[in-house]
């Protein structure tokens, strides 16, 4: 059986990159072929979520065919059983030709590498160059490409094309014009994946540039989502120009925590401060992109709000004072032991991990206690990736605490009544709009119990407040909406004296005399996840490293995002 | 909007003429709307978008050229944007932004009437109406005269090659045009307020 048969059986072709042939399924685009097998191919306008442009020529490839046959003759093959090849004198775009039986592609020849020379001079010609001063330098195709196959010298003398530096386009986002290699990119995004087409291309010839019709502007909630494809320094986030050279800064792969999508992103941080949120590509939950309130929601991180060591008021009415760990614990104990289970209540949260989820149950089942509930979060979901449900976790809240939220008015009408005298506030202010306490409810308490990552009025009613962490200095993992287990990662570490929380609510479960060593010897999230897999049936076989940084479906919630159903129905 | 307005402002930022008081300002009137939507309707549903130009060419007859108003009507009419609508008529020089005059010439400059005496006609005629040569650039490429009786372009092929150079007045060709003919063209214009 001759090589192409063998691989039309399996609806492939056979292509030869480099010299060697490889198969790849009937309409891959020859970009794609040609990167899957390391023969790298640069491209600019090329998106593989996008339409295809074919504009920027910067991914030609040297290619051929078997000669065409003169009519009634039969095609010759070689001991291999592959005709032989002519290269065809000009290169072809890669990114909008697809692979075909026994084509010849060059990513290495001396055509192909004098075609990107040519593409890289001609986008230079009119480029200003500024690299020192461009936010790009570092993460920017142009200077990379330049970089790997430029000429190193120009020729071009004249002088160049002005165009608008500096422009505000949108709320988010600065355009330079003269930056731009008219990749379109951001054109088709807006038009294609957010439906709103705000963005085109004026002029003509040299004096083309990106715009916005004037009144109008590029203020979409994803608008930033063009910061990201923009290959070049053209589109830049307002928030994270000029903060920092993008390459002292450490990626941490981790996820959103704004809604229930669970959005995967990166982390991008520089010794303990956070500089900037971008996505990650996850085709299950976001594609390529991200809503920018969730990637502006970072400040917090790096506040002054923060907490950093425990607090305590030792005398009703008195301010708070810091204190240690240990003795704060200690105190703790105390004052838990003296209360009537019946009387207390604990408000945990769906913004918890998992893990820390499994840590609260275990303490209040220490603590003997009934009254429990989560506070549930909603909004309007956008039909692309923001969800109605602004908890990132409450199919695991659902799933480990058995809660969603419904109890909570019992418990508000608890503490109005009297009934409820003692309350543990764990991850969430309570006077916030969802959670619905008034100052006057928390006032009129016995004895309130906090932990919590920043300063809230809720933290300021506390008897004891325990500083906890942010999504950023916390491993664990969430459950989204569609029911995907997603892994957390810390990208710094706990502000101060700031502890993780699952740790905060095991060593108080131990404090107060728990004896499962599930819960008190428990050294890691890690473990703790290990030992829910073993508790919980959908979790059943998880391991941290079995989950990866692109997460399982565990659970058939029945809830689907928008935005990756469009993608999906689209192929 | 700032004083010079900037790249993007300036997309939309209207460009002053005397020529526009030789033309009716751009009005949306229900007979307007229904040309348009007549336009429209030769294309099939779901590509309104291809009436653009049709529309562009209606506007710029009748009102001599393409006002920064106008934009977001044509693109409301024919279901686009008006970032598309700016980036089709900044794209071809034959869209006029700026109003032209009365008597609008268009001096070909393509190598056979190039070859034939067209550059230094077109430099002739714009001396002749008052307008400087150098004035005439990339980003501006129509001069007029202070009165905005006369305006000028140079243009590419005017698909009369064999006969250069060529001059094109508002809809009428003029062959193997010289400096001569076109004093006394201009001379006939200005008396005869009537289209040449
Ligand atoms: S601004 Fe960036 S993404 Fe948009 S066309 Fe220019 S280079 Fe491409
Ligand atoms: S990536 Fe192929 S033409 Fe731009």
């Known amino acids: 059986m001759l090589p192409k048969d063998a691989a039309a059986a399996e609806g492939k072709?056979?292509?030869q990159i480099n010299g060697k042939w490889y198969r790849f399924p009937k309409g891959t685009r020859i970009a794609?072929?040609?990167?899957?097998v390391g023969a790298h191919v640069p491209c600019f306008c090329y998106h593989p979520k996008l339409s295809v442009a074919g504009s920027c020529r910067m991914c030609l490839v040297e290619q051929g065919m078997p000669p065409r046959l003169a009519p009634g003759a039969t095609p010759q093959y070689n001991e291999d059983g592959y005709q032989t090849i002519s290269w065809m004198p000009r290169a072809v775009i890669a990114c909008a030709n697809t692979v075909a039986e026994n084509m010849g592609i060059r990513t290495d020849s001396k055509l192909t590498s004098e075609a990107r020379r040519g593409v890289l001079e001609f986008l230079l010609s009119n480029h200003p160059l500024d690299c020192p001063i461009c936010d790009q330098a570092g993460e920017c195709k142009l200077q990379e490409y330049t970089a790997d196959y430029g000429r190193g010298t120009h020729r071009f003398t004249e002088s160049k094309t002005k165009k608008g530096k500096n422009l505000s386009i949108g709320p988010r986002v600065n355009l330079d014009q003269e930056r731009c290699v008219l990749c379109r990119r951001c054109v088709r995004f807006m038009k294609e994946i957010v439906g709103e087409e705000v963005l085109g291309v004026v002029g003509r010839?040299?004096?083309?540039?990106?715009?916005?019709?004037?009144g109008t502007e590029l203020d979409s909630n994803y608008s930033m989502n063009v910061v990201d494809i923009c290959p070049v320094g053209a589109m830049t986030s307002k928030d994270f120009r000029f903060k920092m050279r993008v390459w002292f800064l450490k990626s941490t792969p981790t996820i959103d925590v704004t809604n229930g999508t669970g959005t995967n992103i990166n982390i991008w941080t520089r010794e303990q401060q956070v500089y900037r949120i971008t996505p990650r590509q996850n085709d299950e939950v976001n594609s390529c992109w991200m809503p920018d309130d969730a990637r502006l929601a970072y400040k917090y991180i790096n506040a002054p709000a923060r907490l950093t060591t425990p607090l305590v008021r030792t005398d009703a009415g008195a301010d708070q004072r810091p204190s240690t760990w240990d003795a704060t614990i200690g105190l703790v104990t105390e004052q838990l032991h003296k209360c009537a289970p019946t009387e207390v209540a604990m408000i945990a949260s769906a913004r918890m991990t998992?893990?820390?989820?499994?840590?609260?149950?275990?303490?209040?089942?220490?603590?003997?206690i009934t009254k429990l509930d989560i506070v549930p979060r909603t909004g309007e979901a956008d039909d692309l990736l923001v969800s109605a449900d602004r908890n990132p976790n409450s199919t695991g809240a659902k799933l480990i605490?058995?809660?969603e939220g419904k109890g909570l008015r019992t418990i508000r009408n608890g503490v109005r009544n009297g009934s409820i005298r003692f309350l543990i506030a764990l991850g969430e202010d309570l006077t916030s709009e969802e959670a619905g306490f008034t100052a006057e409810d928390l006032a009129g308490l016995d004895y309130l119990l906090c932990v919590s990552h920043s300063e809230n009025a809720t933290t300021k009613a506390a008897d004891v407040v325990l500083p906890g962490v942010t999504f950023a200095e916390k491993y664990g993992t969430m459950i989204n909406v569609a029911g995907r287990i997603q892994r957390l990662n810390k990208a710094i570490e706990p502000m101060g004296e700031a502890r993780s929380d699952w740790d905060i609510y095991r060593s108080i479960s131990q404090s107060l005399g728990c004896d499962c060593v599930n819960v008190i010897a428990c050294p890691s999230p890690m473990a703790v996840l290990e030992q829910m897999a073993l508790e919980f049936e959908p979790m059943h076989g998880l391991t941290w490293g079995n989950i990866g940084n692109e997460?399982?479906?565990?659970?058939?919630?029945?809830?689907?995002?928008?935005l990756i159903e469009r993608e999906k129905a689209k192929k | 909007m700032s004083e010079t307005p900037n790249a993007i402002e300036a997309v939309s930022a209207p460009i002053p003429s005397p020529g526009e008081q030789y033309f009716p300002k751009f009005k949306v009137?229900?007979?307007?709307?229904?040309?348009?939507?007549?336009?429209?309707?030769?294309?099939p549903e779901g590509k309104e978008q291809s009436a653009v130009l049709p529309i562009i060419h209606m506007i710029q007859e009748k009102f001599g050229y393409i006002c920064p108003e106008s934009m977001p009507w044509i693109a409301e009419m024919c279901k686009s944007t008006p970032i598309h609508v700016a980036g089709i008529v900044t794209f071809y020089p034959g869209i006029h932004r700026k109003c032209p005059g009365k008597f609008h010439f268009r001096v070909c400059r393509t190598i056979a009437c190039a070859m034939g005496g067209g550059e230094e006609l077109l430099a002739h005629i714009c001396k002749k109406i008052g307008v400087d040569p150098a004035s005439l650039t990339d980003e501006e490429?129509?001069?007029?005269?202070?009165d905005g009786m006369f305006s000028i372009e140079a243009v590419e092929c005017l698909a009369n090659c064999g006969f250069g150079p060529n001059v094109m007045v508002n809809d009428a060709l003029h062959q193997e045009m010289t400096p001569a003919k076109a004093d006394k063209l201009i001379t006939f214009l200005k008396k005869n307020t009537i289209n040449a």
Do not use: W
Not at chain 1, 32 to 36: G, I, L, P
Not at chain 1, 551 to 562: D, F, L
């Open chain 2, 29 to 43: 009137t229900p007979a307007l709307v229904k040309e348009a939507q007549a336009l429209v309707a030769q294309y």
């Open chain 1, 354 to 368: 998992n893990e820390e989820l499994y840590m609260v149950r275990a303490l209040a089942k220490q603590l003997g």
């Open chain 1, 32 to 36: 794609d072929a040609c990167n899957s």
């Open chain 1, 551 to 562: 997460g399982k479906a565990i659970i058939e919630t029945g809830v689907t995002i928008p």
């Open chain 1, 401 to 403: 605490l058995g809660k």
């Open chain 2, 141 to 146: 490429p129509m001069g007029i005269s202070e």
């Open chain 1, 13 to 15: 072709v056979n292509v």
């Open chain 1, 205 to 214: 010839g040299t004096h083309n540039a990106i715009a916005c019709y004037p």
